[in-house]
C-alpha cells in the first residue's frame, strides 16, 4: 500500500508513513486492497510477518433516535427561551423544529467491559508426543506379553494333556486286571 499510495491507511500502526488524506484513501487505497482482493499481489514473496503481541479491537455501533425527543422537544424550547432572550432574525423564538435540525446528542461508550488474551502454542508439545507414543508403545507391548503367555499356557496344557494325561492313562489300564 506504502509502495502503491506512498502513504498508509488510517487503520494500520505506526509512524514511519503519513496517514492518507481522505482523497488519497478513497482513490488509491480502496483500488489497492480491491487488486490485493482479486489476487494480484498473490505472486508476491509470501508475507513472514508474525502475529501481532498486542491488538485492540473497538466495535463501532450507531444507535439513532430523534433528538429532541417530542417531550422533551418542548421543555427545551422553554428553557431555551428563558436562559437565552436572543431571537432569531425575524424576532420570534426558534421552535422545536430547528433544534432537531441542528442540535444532537452524542454519546461514546465502551460497549463491552471485557479483555480478551489469546495465547498461541504448538498444536503438539514435544512432552505430549512422546507421552502418547511410550503409552501406545506400553499398551503395544503389554498386549503382546499377555499374548505370549496364552501361547505358554496353550502350548502347556496341550503338552500335558497329550503327553502326561495319556502317560497317566496308559498306567491307570496297565494295572487295571
Request: some cysteine; overall charge positive.
Amino acid at each position: 500500500m506504502v509502495q502503491e499510495c506512498g502513504c498508509r491507511s488510517y487503520y494500520l500502526r505506526g509512524n514511519q508513513y503519513d496517514e492518507c488524506t481522505l482523497y488519497k484513501e478513497s482513490e488509491c487505497v480502496e483500488a489497492v486492497i480491491k487488486r490485493y482482493h482479486q489476487g494480484e499481489f498473490s505472486g508476491l514473496a509470501s508475507c513472514t510477518c508474525q502475529d501481532p503481541c498486542i491488538s485492540e479491537l473497538y466495535k463501532a455501533t450507531l444507535s439513532t433516535a430523534e433528538y429532541p425527543a417530542k417531550n422533551y422537544g418542548e421543555a427545551l424550547q422553554k428553557w431555551m427561551r428563558e436562559t437565552n432572550p436572543n431571537k432569531n432574525q425575524n424576532g420570534s423564538v426558534r421552535n422545536v423544529q430547528f433544534y432537531r435540525e441542528n442540535f444532537m446528542k452524542v454519546h461514546i461508550y465502551f460497549e463491552i467491559l471485557s479483555i480478551k488474551e489469546v495465547e498461541k502454542v504448538g498444536a503438539y508439545k514435544w512432552s505430549n508426543l512422546m507421552g502418547d507414543v511410550g503409552g501406545q508403545l506400553g499398551l503395544f507391548l503389554g498386549a503382546n506379553v499377555v499374548t505370549i503367555f496364552e501361547f505358554v499356557d496353550f502350548y502347556l496344557r496341550l503338552f500335558y494333556y497329550k503327553f502326561v494325561a495319556e502317560y497317566v492313562v496308559r498306567i491307570v489300564k496297565g494295572r487295571k486286571p
